[in-house]
């Protein structure tokens, strides 16, 4: 695990740089839960630009998890539409209807409690626990994994299971006590801008000097091979036909 120190300096980079950068999101002028949780699930597998306007309309639709528990699933179906994977829109009902039945139409504040909702898994509860109750709760979704992979391992099987577990380790141990719901916005918009999956910009990145990966440099593309040619064949030209006239 990355020393207190390092583990500082990382902090006071990546929240300066957010203070500059970081993405102003409807979602994230809000603590309150249920819209935390609208945004959470419509952001799984979804791009940002495509949840705005879909974010707004929901939430002018079923402003709270009663509202949302009293209207038909295929309803919801309907207006979560053209976002896809319509698992989502009937697990999010699932939880509305819940949390009207067992917590007065809120959602807990622990983590125990919020997993036992089916569709609300570690990095949701994570996220709902941090930016609607301002807790000191780790997450960990793919820009975040990728962003400590690179600063703080730099080798190995990035999507392996033990490396799983080490990140969560990595997404605890590195958050500050104060400033949790600036951090981890930080985390995921830092992945999102600048550590990039595929063309980080590297250049003049604040973590340079910490990061393990840096310059990152892609794997090469694993090209097929090519078939041998047959013994005593002879590449052949194709002449196009001629046509008279």
């Excluded at 400590?148 to 605890?172: N, P």
Aim: proline fraction near 8%; charge should be positive; glycine fraction near 6%.
């Amino acid at each position: 695990m990355p020393a207190p120190a390092l583990r500082q300096t990382f902090r006071r980079r990546l929240l300066g740089w957010y203070d500059r950068h970081g993405r102003r999101l409807p979602w994230r002028e809000t603590t309150d839960p249920y819209h935390i949780l609208v945004s959470e699930v419509m952001l799984q597998q979804t791009q940002v630009d495509r949840v705005l306007p879909k974010y707004a309309e929901w939430l002018g639709k079923y402003p709270s998890f009663e509202t949302l528990a009293s209207t038909p699933v295929d309803e919801a179906v309907e207006t979560w539409y053209p976002l896809g994977y319509n698992i989502r829109p009937r697990r999010l009902h699932a939880i509305a209807c819940d949390a009207v039945e067992k917590y007065g139409g809120e959602l807990p504040s622990d983590r125990a409690s919020l997993e036992a909702f089916k569709g609300i898994g570690p990095y949701t509860a994570g996220a709902v626990l941090s930016f609607a109750f301002q807790q000191r709760a780790a997450i960990l979704d793919t820009n975040v994994a990728r962003v400590l992979f690179r600063i703080f391992v730099g080798r190995g099987d990035a999507k392996g299971h033990q490396m799983k577990k080490h990140l969560w380790r990595l997404a605890d141990i590195t958050m500050p006590h104060k400033r949790v719901f600036d951090f981890n916005q930080a985390l995921m918009d830092f992945g999102a801008i600048a550590c990039l999956a595929r063309k980080p910009k590297c250049g003049g990145c604040r973590m340079a000097t910490l990061c393990r990966s840096y310059p990152f440099e892609p794997a090469p593309v694993a090209r097929p091979a090519r078939r041998p040619r047959a013994a005593g064949s002879r590449a052949t030209k194709t002449v196009p036909p001629r046509f008279s006239g």
